[in-house]
């Protein structure tokens, strides 16, 4: 089995794309059980014109695509930034065994940050959270996009 930082550097090659893109650079992917990446995704609400389109959940629908089942049982999520609100429900829907992020998201960040929303008591079902996985290089990368962004305006 590949480490968990290998699965993150491809989840920063879709941050990568995200940003090409004009997106905030945000990338995601699902391994499964055996290790093989059996979804991806970069943040592209924006191009999308889709407030859904974070990487999380674009990574989640590439994997039950090729899947064909919506739940992800034994899978892990790799994403360079701590999910939302939003992606969080659907990580814990999705049935996701075990999260893993690179730099926390002080605003808005479901899992430490704001509040971590993967420990109530609620939920019908557990993910394992770890965090801090490449956060040096993800930090890095959401401040240069948005370091350019602002001298662009």
Excluded at 34 to 40: K, N
Excluded at 126 to 140: I, N
Aim: proline share 5%; glycine share 8%.
């Amino acid at each position: 089995m590949r480490s968990d930082e290998f699965y993150m550097h491809r989840a920063l090659d879709q941050a990568h794309q995200a940003m090409a893109a004009g997106e905030v650079p945000v990338g995601a992917v699902v391994v499964n059980a055996e290790g093989d990446i059996i979804g991806e995704g970069f943040n592209a609400p924006v191009g999308r014109h889709d407030p859904t389109a974070h990487a999380e959940v674009q990574a989640l629908r590439d994997a039950g695509q090729r899947t064909g089942n919506y739940r992800l049982t034994g899978c892990t999520l790799y994403v360079s930034v701590e999910p939302c609100l939003m992606c969080t429900g659907a990580i814990i829907h999705a049935r996701i065994a075990r999260l893993v992020y690179g730099t926390p998201e002080p605003r808005t960040g479901m899992a430490q940050s704001r509040a971590n929303l993967f420990a109530q008591p609620w939920h019908n079902h557990d993910v394992e959270v770890v965090s801090g996985v490449l956060a040096v290089p993800a930090r890095r990368l959401l401040k240069t996009f948005f370091a350019h962004r602002r001298a662009a305006t």
